[in-house]
């Protein structure tokens, strides 16, 4: 691979300003200070810039803990998307697994590895995900079995495919569908006369959002949790 094209990869500089730092005389290739943008580098050779080891950038897996207010999309003109709580190198290769819509807080998954994304969100996989639900009316206790059988969304020719429901509370329980349609637990509460006035999604498959990770904050998944996914 070329040295620029090494430290665009590294870095997310555009080639050009990869090609002014080389000139600059700020890079160096086991150690030498080199200035030849074309000069070809292996994975056993080390590339500093500014003293500071840099390395390509590979595939990248993280959990977000999003707030209300943001959008898990790339570019919004009204609202702020989870993208801006980042601080990560070429951001715009990163993608949300999956959506949350804009009032709903909780676990989002983040890469850039476009088939571990897809095995996950794909309805064919049936990857579970678990809801905290808050709602405006109380939740009977016939609602767990009409989940678990499937109920009719408004629009739709077919049945959700049975859900667990887990009442806590009066109004609050814990869904878990493995599905993934447009507003489906909004729209399976209103299916049974219940308005949702607040969710909040706690995990995906056997990955739970951990208690000690703040609302707007992100860390990289772990070895385990990307095995369990």
């Known amino acids: 691979m070329r040295l620029d094209k090494f430290i665009c990869e590294s870095t997310g500089l555009t080639r050009s300003q990869a090609g002014k730092v080389i000139r600059q005389g700020v890079v160096t290739l086991n150690g030498n200070k080199v200035k030849q943008a074309a000069l070809q580098v292996s994975t056993d050779d080390v590339v500093c810039l500014n003293d500071q080891q840099i390395e390509i950038i590979g595939l990248r897996y993280i959990m977000l803990h999003k707030p209300a207010g943001y959008i898990c999309s790339t570019s919004d003109p009204d609202h ?133 990770l703040a609302e707007g904050a992100y860390r990289a998944l772990t070895a385990a949790e990307y095995a369990q996914l």
């Open 80 to 212: 702020p998307t989870v993208f801006t709580l980042l601080e990560e190198p070429l951001l715009e290769r990163l993608h949300t697994v999956g959506r949350l819509d804009l009032d709903t807080t909780g676990l989002v998954l983040i890469t850039d590895d476009g088939q571990w994304s897809h095995r996950i969100s794909s309805p064919k996989h049936h990857v579970a995900k678990t809801y905290r639900v808050w709602t405006a009316d109380a939740i009977p206790a016939s609602a767990i079995e009409q989940f678990a059988q499937g109920v009719m969304l408004r629009s739709e020719t077919n049945p959700t495919l049975p859900a667990t429901l887990e009442i806590l509370g009066e109004k609050e329980a814990l869904l878990t569908i493995q599905e993934g349609r447009y507003h489906q637990v909004k729209r399976m509460f209103a299916a049974i006369g219940n308005k949702v006035d607040k969710l909040h999604r706690q995990q995906i498959g056997n990955i739970t959002l951990p208690d000690d």
